[in-house]
C-alpha cells in the first residue's frame, strides 16, 4: 500500500505541565529518535506535532517568560490532567500562547525545536496557531504585541509562527523542503512552505459537503493550499458497538472512502482523525469493496503525482492553483456560480465527487471542538447492518459550457453545458478530463522514492489543439530555485492527430536520460511507445 508520511500527533511530550516540549518525554515515547530512524529507514517520511503554546515545566516557557513574550488568557489544555474528560479544573496547566511577532520570539522556538530537527523529523503540524483564546474579555484583546494590539494582529498570528520556523530552517539547511501544515492561515502564508488544513471537523456528510466551497474560497483569496481531515476528525458518534467501532460501521465506511475520493483532488492526501483508526486494514481485507475502494483511490493519487507535481511547479512560477471553482475558468456559464460540489484541479481534471450517502443513511451530527471529545456510545445495537457495496450507482453531475468532457471510467465523451448521469461504484468518484488535455500518468509504488518515472503513461485526450508541461526536479531539496529541473513540454495537433514531445528542457543532478512514453487516445484507444533520449519526437495516432 503506497503511503510517504506518518504524522505523530500531540503528547509524546507527556503531561500537559510539559505541554509542547518538543521532544520525547512521555513513558510510550522510549526511543522517538529511534522511531524516526524506523520510519526513514522504509522510506517514509515523519511530520510532528507542535504548538504555539507551551506548559509551565517547559524550559521553552521558563525563557519566553524571563523575556516577557508569553501572552496571559487562557488556551487549551486547561488542565493539567491530560487523560480526563471534562477538564479537571482544580489543575489548571498553566499553559500559556508565546507572541511570535518579535523576532527573538521566532529565535527561542526554532532553538528548542531544532531538537526534533535534529532527531531527523521532516515536517512541522502546527496546530492551534489561531490561537486558541478562552474566556476573552474586550481588555483581553488590547495586550501589546510589540506591533500593535493582539486585537489587531491575531489574524496574522499564524503567518508569524509559520515564517519563524520557515526562515530558521533554511537557514541550517538547504536540503530539505520546509513542509509546515497549520490550523489557521493568513494572506501571503504560502510563501512559508505552509498548507493549511480546516480543522477538527465532524465526521458528517454535511460537513464533508462544506469543505468543498469552504476549500474553495480559501483558495480564491490566493493561498493555493488547503486540505482537511479524509474521515473528519470527530468520528465517535460511528463508535456504536464499543470504543473504535466505527471502521467497520458501514454509515462510516461510506463517509470515509467518499471523503478521501474528495480528497484525492486536494494538494495534501491525508487521512487523520480521533476516535476511529483510519488504517486500510480496519476496514477489511483485501477483495472486499470497502478495501478495495481505499486501495483503489490511494492508486490513483500516486498514478496522478506526475499531473499533480507539475501543477505544484505552474503554482510556484506562475501562481497558479490546485483547486479553482468552475466559474474561475468558465465565467460566461452562469450554472457555475453555486456549483458546491464540482470543482477544477488543475486545468483539465473537472472533480466531481459524491458528497451524499447512496448506500446508507446519513447520520446528523451536531459536534463542536468541546462536546467531540465527550466519547459516549450513542446507541446499542448488537451488530452493524448488512450493506451491500458491490452494487452500480448513478450520479448527476454539471459539465460546464465551453468544453466537452471524457468521463474518466468510461471515456465516454459528453457536451458541455448539459447535466448528466454517469455510472459510479463505491470505488470510483466521478471526475472528468477536459476534451483537449494531455495527463502523464505513473505506475503506483510503495512510496515516492521508489516511484519509477522511466516509463509514463501519457493519455491524450482529443478535441482541441493542447499542451502539457511534465515538470521533474530533484524531490526534495532547493536547486530548483537555482534552475535545477527539466521541463519536457508535449503539444497535441487535433487536426493532424499528432503528439510531438519537444527537446527537453533543463536538466538536474539524478535527471533520468532515457525512458520511455506510453501514449494512449482516451477516445479510441490507439497506442504507440515512445523511447525518449531528450530529442524532439512526433508520433501520430
Known sequence: ???????????????????????????????????????????????ISIWASFGPMTMQ????????????????????????????????SGVKVYNPFPQKSKDIYWKYLKKLYDYGIDAWWMDSTDPDCFYPTDDDYEFSTGFGSFRKMRNAFPLATVSGIYENQRKVSE???????????????????????????????????????AGLNFTLTGNPNFNTDIGGFFSGSYNVLGVASGAKNPQFQELYVRWMQY?????????????????????????????????????????????????????????????????????????????????????????????????????????????GWDRQKTDNL??????????????????????????YWTNQLYTGGQT???????????FFVKAGSIIPFAQPA???????????????????????????????????????????????????NTLTIDTREGSFDGMLQNRTFKVVRADNGKTADIQYVGKKTTVKL
Not at 509546515?180 to 480543522?199: E, L, P
Not at 448528466?420 to 466521478?430: H, K
Not at 535545477?484 to 487536426?495: G, H, L, Q, R, V
Open 382 to 407: 448488537k451488530a452493524y447492518p448488512s450493506v451491500d457495496f458491490s452494487i452500480s450507482k448513478t450520479a448527476e453531475k454539471y459539465l460546464p459550457k465551453g468544453d466537452n468532457w471524457y468521463y
Open 1 to 47: 500500500m503506497p503511503l510517504d508520511g506518518i504524522i505523530q500527533d500531540w503528547q509524546y511530550w507527556g503531561n500537559n505541565y510539559l505541554w509542547n516540549a518538543m521532544d520525547f518525554l512521555s513513558e510510550s515515547f522510549p526511543d522517538g529518535k529511534g522511531m524516526i530512524k524506523r520510519i526513514h529507514d522504509m522510506n517514509a517520511h515523519i511530520m
Open 446 to 496: 510503495q512510496n515516492t522514492v521508489e516511484q519509477s518515472r522511466e516509463t509514463l503513461t501519457i493519455k491524450i485526450y482529443p478535441g482541441k489543439d493542447c499542451t502539457f508541461e511534465l515538470y521533474e526536479d530533484e524531490g526534495d531539496n532547493y536547486n530548483y530555485e537555482k534552475g535545477d529541473y527539466s521541463i519536457i513540454k508535449f503539444a497535441w495537433n487535433n487536426k493532424s
Open 175 to 213: 536540503n530539505q523542503r520546509v513542509f509546515i501544515m497549520t490550523r489557521s492561515s493568513y494572506a501571503g502564508q504560502q510563501r512559508y512552505g505552509s498548507n493549511m488544513w480546516s480543522g477538527d471537523v465532524a465526521s458528517s456528510w454535511d460537513m464533508l459537503r462544506k469543505q468543498i466551497p
Open 61 to 92: 516557557f521558563k525563557e519566553l517568560e524571563k523575556d516577557n513574550l508569553l501572552f496571559t488568557f487562557g488556551t487549551w489544555p486547561q488542565s493539567g490532567i491530560s487523560h480526563i474528560w471534562p477538564p479537571v479544573m482544580d489543575y489548571p
Open 420 to 430: 448528466v448521469s454517469v455510472p459510479t461504484t463505491i470505488a470510483q468518484t466521478p
Open 263 to 371: 480528497g484525492l483532488f486536494n494538494p495534501v492526501f491525508r487521512s487523520h482523525g480521533a476516535d476511529t483508526p483510519r488504517e486500510i486494514y480496519q476496514f477489511g481485507s483485501k477483495g472486499e469493496p470497502i478495501y478495495d475502494a481505499i486501495e483503489s483511490t490511494i492508486n490513483l493519487r500516486y498514478s496522478l503525482l506526475p499531473y499533480i507535481y507539475s501543477l505544484a511547479f505552474d503554482v510556484t512560477k506562475n501562481d497558479a492553483s490546485y483547486m479553482m471553482p468552475l466559474f474561475a475558468y468558465y465565467p460566461n456559464d452562469p450554472k457555475t456560480l453555486r456549483l458546491a460540489d464540482e470543482f477544477m484541479f488543475g486545468k483539465s481534471i473537472l472533480a466531481a465527487p459524491v458528497v451524499s450517502p447512496q448506500y446508507t443513511d446519513e447520520k446528523i451530527i451536531k459536534i463542536d471542538e468541546m462536546t
